[in-house]
């Protein structure tokens, strides 16, 4: 696998620097608020707090349990799996809370559960995703996981985490309510998607498939008016027995409607398929 250049290196420290910031912005201003429970550490955290609190007059602050929850299994986790498996995620569980501690600071709007449950989603999702982006977790249920699975080795990674955070979110039903337990999977599905959409891109495109008998002179036009690529790909019919060619072009969404156009004017009868495709790397597209 190819090793990081210096450059690159650098960038995934300063995307674990504000994707950690604004994650720990989303948990104290929205999430920690109103004892949302979304799991993870996080929402341990949140739970302790409020208990602390009520028993003890001073709750526990996130950042600390955030320390005291993470070392144990970063010891446990470069035991087991060596140092270079733990690699960024160590600075970034430490930053995080770090960052917990400086944005505890930061006034908290007045807003309801379901807002609070929006926009704390999109802000842990921001901030998650970038850390992720940079090849790094923030610890937690994560490297729980990781650790489990080295004794549970027939189980499913993605099965252990959702069992834990699964019990954390039940513990949070359990001290809270089933209400704002309800309000904690919304945010839990937005986190999900604003995840999804930063690693997988939002620069969304679309992939073009066209079935012609008039190929050559629509590749042409396509490459010539719309500056985009096109690939032939052989092919047969399967009910004439006729070879095809099959042309293959990705283009933005506003170009859809110009090369439909392009296309009918040469073969009114042509067959074309559109797909949608989340990110595109190369020429003409993202470097």
Do not use: C
Request: glycine share 10%; charged share 15%; net charge positive.
């Amino acid at each position: 696998m190819r090793s990081e250049t210096k450059n690159e290196n650098v960038l995934s420290y300063i995307y674990i620097i504000i994707g950690a910031t604004i994650l720990a912005a989303g948990i104290n201003m929205f999430l920690a608020k109103i004892k949302l429970v979304t799991g993870g550490v996080a929402g341990l955290a949140i739970v302790i707090q409020y208990v602390t609190e009520k028993h003890y007059g001073n709750g526990v602050p996130l950042w600390l349990t955030n320390i005291v929850v993470n070392i144990p299994l970063f010891v446990l986790a470069i035991k087991l799996k060596g140092r270079k498996f733990v690699g960024k995620s160590m600075f970034a569980a430490a930053y995080l809370s770090f960052a917990l501690f400086y944005t505890s600071f930061i006034p908290s709007p007045k807003v309801d559960f379901l807002l609070a449950s929006v926009f704390g989603g999109v802000l842990v999702g921001t901030g998650l995703g970038l850390v992720l982006r940079a090849s790094a977790s923030t610890g937690g249920t994560d490297l729980a996981a990781n650790i489990i699975k080295v004794y549970l080795k027939n189980v499913p990674i993605a099965k252990i985490i959702l069992t834990l955070d699964s019990t954390i979110i039940l513990i949070g039903a359990f001290v809270f309510g089933a209400e704002k337990a309800m309000y904690a999977l919304i945010s839990v599905y937005i986190v999900a998607k604003v995840v999804d959409n930063i690693l997988e891109g939002i620069n969304f495109s679309k992939a073009v498939f066209i079935i012609s008998d008039n190929s050559k002179e629509i590749a042409e036009i396509l490459m010539k008016d719309l500056k985009r690529g096109v690939t032939g790909i052989n092919g047969t019919g399967m009910y004439t027995n006729g070879e095809k060619q099959v042309l293959f072009v990705v283009v933005g969404k506003h170009e859809i409607v110009p090369l439909q156009k392009m296309v009918k004017e040469i073969d009114k009868s042509a067959f074309i398929t559109i797909a949608d495709v989340r990110e595109v790397l190369g020429e003409g597209f993202t470097e």
